[in-house]
């Protein structure tokens, strides 16, 4: 099944399918391979000892074992499941159970198994958790879902991706666009905060008005003021005439108010009197005007960090923050980093008047596998950069590593670690705490949207914190 922009050259997935139910066997089968860009080849087998037998001599991307059908295999599902996963060769192993089925779904976990899903399954949802946990556990392979035959929306309002991250992201998008209150974006550079913005602004009541943008960081410290409230005449050697600012001329629209925490303290005070009166005054200018705006504010550092700091009034922020929008990172959405490269590949073969046929599979992969710390903005210029200096065809590993100037320079920069030189590693605890505290920072402290970014529940978080906090005790006291 070749993908809307033609690559064929992805290689299938190779998945085993573990069910003694035909019936379903053949509807998940069926499902599942419609909702990849190259459908997979698919082996089904009805029990666990024929699943064995076949594991002997075959090797396959994916094995999702209905753990109802192991009995034939091992008394213990455990040790079922265990036997299975040492077969595998370093497969993606997804157990499948029934509702009421979770002991045995986490004994299967223990036993190798990588996830475990409860049927009936979603194909679609099913084929993205696949991606996702492809990339996670570094087995990048052909696992990447065509999006375009899901419900699940490729694209959003200016966005590109189908990750349920990025589902996530639009159902916020579409639940807050009607407010007229103020909306707080989070994320790192490159990941779309400008976009988001933008959507919330074309999906709300003000569409038809202006959308006033303005760079915070990027605008002098001196200037920022009649940037923003604008300026009389007369009021400084050459204003010579009148002049709005930002937020004049977004009357009735929305002020987009990028990079806010770059804003000067002092000016942060006067923002703060326009969001309680809607009332600005131009520099220069002793008497107010009534302006009616929304705003969208966006930054790419910790807003609490920067409280803490004393570089971001708390009174702005709570003002601001009454909606807050996270945009995760490329690197924890890996289901839509070929989505974009097609799309960008797409658009600027086009406008360049050239014909690529998409990526090999070598370069799927080491795309999938790369962390993009400059998100979708890093990837956009990669591939715009790719179609410039080639002529077209198949786009090859050699090419990425031609085009790719970031990498080449920090190559160049990074000091070499000598080889014997192992890093610390820590406990896993350790690990699993900085993971859910780096989580929960990024998100303002919030753990209900940290707990949905790591698939867990906030309860869950709650119970570790708190086990961490009696370690922390105990290992005090002694």
């Not at 700091?309 to 601001?320: A, C, G, H, T, V």
Request: proline share 5%.
């Amino acid at each position: 099944m070749p993908s809307p922009t033609g690559q064929a050259s992805d290689a299938a997935a190779r998945l085993l399918l573990i069910d003694r139910d035909p019936a379903g066997g053949r509807a998940m089968a069926g499902n599942l391979s419609s909702c990849f860009f190259k459908a997979p080849h698919i082996a089904e087998v009805r029990s666990g000892r024929a699943a064995a037998d076949l594991l002997r001599g075959e090797s396959y991307d994916i094995v999702l074992l209905d753990l109802g059908s192991l009995d034939d295999l091992a008394p213990q599902t455990e040790d079922a499941v265990a036997r299975l996963v040492k077969l595998a060769s370093g497969a993606l192993v997804v157990a499948l159970a029934d509702g009421a089925s979770v002991s045995s779904a986490v004994a299967a976990m223990r036993a190798g198994a990588h996830d475990y899903v409860a049927k009936p399954i979603s194909g679609p949802a099913f084929a993205t958790r696949i991606g996702e946990l492809a990339h996670r556990h570094g087995k990048a392979r052909a696992l990447t879902i065509e999006t375009g035959s899901s419900p699940l929306s490729e694209s959003f309002a200016g966005f590109v991706g189908a990750s349920t991250q990025m589902q996530f992201v639009y159902e916020q998008i579409a639940r807050i666009a009607p407010s007229a209150a103020p909306v707080f974006i989070t994320g790192e550079s490159g990941a779309g905060k400008d976009v988001c913005a933008e959507a919330l602004h074309q999906r709300g009541p003000r569409a038809s008005k202006r959308f006033v943008a303005i760079n915070c960081a990027a605008i002098p410290r001196d200037l920022m003021e009649s940037e923003l409230f604008g300026v009389a005449r007369g009021a400084y050697t050459g204003a010579h005439e009148d002049r709005k600012g930002a937020a004049e001329l977004a009357d009735g629209g929305t002020l987009f108010l990028d990079e806010i925490g770059e804003m000067d303290l002092s000016l942060q005070s006067k923002l703060l009197r326009f969001l309680q009166t809607g009332t600005i005054s131009r520099v220069g200018e002793a008497s107010t005007r009534q302006v009616d705006v929304r705003v969208i504010c966006a930054t790419n550092r910790n807003p609490m960090q920067m409280i803490a700091e004393r570089k971001f009034r708390e009174d702005l922020f709570y003002r601001l923050h009454v909606l807050p929008i996270h945009l995760p990172p490329l690197r924890q959405r890996p289901a839509d980093i070929l989505v974009l490269a097609r799309h960008f590949l797409d658009l600027y073969s086009r406008e360049e008047h050239k014909a690529f046929s998409g990526f090999a599979n070598e370069t799927a992969n080491l795309l999938i596998a790369r962390d993009w710390p400059g998100n979708v903005r890093q990837l956009q210029n990669l591939v715009r950069r790719m179609v410039v200096m080639f002529d077209g065809g198949e786009i090859t590993a050699d090419m990425v590593a031609a085009a790719d100037i970031e990498s080449i320079g920090l190559a160049r920069e990074t000091p070499r670690v000598a080889p014997n030189r192992r890093q610390p590693v820590l406990p896993l605890w350790q690990q699993e705490q900085r993971i859910i505290e780096d989580a929960i920072e990024s998100f303002g402290g919030n753990i209900a949207l940290a707990a949905a970014a790591l698939e867990l529940s906030p309860s869950t978080i709650y119970r570790k914190r708190q086990a961490w906090a009696e370690m922390a005790g105990k290992r005090g006291a002694a």
